[in-house]
């Protein structure tokens, strides 16, 4: 048996049938258009419809997921990569009963990881599809490889752009990129897209409508659209307060749109369910290329 098929069967051989979670990434190619505070915010309205849910911070840079939720984890993914810890330990307990994970320097480390270290993360991760009923990867800004590997192993992608220019072609440019990579496949993965930050006189199904258009007739993409939210400057206010809007702002446009959202999500098809990975089967893609060497 060869290392990439001994990984397979570890995310397989679990009880069956295993519990496995839906994994929703939030990504950009422009920073700073909102994908922290979605990610965050659509957690707890998850949360709220009964969901187990965990956010996994896959951006190394700035820690502004912690500030928003208020909470310092202890420990974050390369702990439990390199140092012996466990889930219970990385995990920490955010607002309205969601779970964070802070990927820390795991996130760079991937690349770093012996096959030994790679067959006791994801055995670790099958644990983690088995807790949680929705994962929420929030990526970080710009195109970078680690961003587009992720968005390569992950079934159902969420893009955020704002009518910014370089918001929209920079999102043009992340999925230019990703089609070109030998490892992505559309078959496999549902990208949907947010608009967000608009004005009173932009048009959210106009912006999705310039890039799905293009995106369609040049790369021959698909691209879903799951509604736009209104520039609403209690998003910050509540950054300011270390809460998240939702919680701090209830009735606010922004707080409203994402509760829409997370019920529009929640309903999607059954097909989306039958087609789920799992955590453990995102980082088992993410990884089979390294551990055959
Ligand atoms: N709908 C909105 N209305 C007003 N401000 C918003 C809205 N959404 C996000 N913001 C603000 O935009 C800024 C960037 O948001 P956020 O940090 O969520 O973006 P990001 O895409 O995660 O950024 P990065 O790429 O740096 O990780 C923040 O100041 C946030 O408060
Ligand atoms: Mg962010």
Redesign the pocket.
Known sequence: MDQAEKLRNIVKQQKSPRHISRVITVT?G???????????NLAIAFSRLGKRVIILDA?F??A?IEV?LGIRPKYNLADLMFRGKNLSDIITEGPENIGFISGGSGIQELTNMTKDQIIYLIRKLVELDDMSDIIII?T???ITDSVLEFLAASSEVIL?ATPEPTSITDAYALLKTLNRKSDFSIDDTVIKMIA???TPDDDGEELYDKLSIVVKRFLKLKLEYIGS????????K??MLQKPAICAYPNSK?SKQIINFAEKLSNTNQEIIEERKGIAQLFSNLLKSRIKK
């Not at 422009?30 to 965050?40: E, L, M, R």
């Not at 939210?229 to 910050?236: A, Y």
Request: charged share 15%; glycine share 16%.
């Open positions: 950009s422009k920073g700073g258009v909102g994908k922290s505070s979605i990610a965050v951006d840079g700035l502004n928003m929030d970080g800004a710009g955020v967000n930050r608009l939210i209104p520039m609403d400057n209690t998003v910050s509540a950054v922004f």
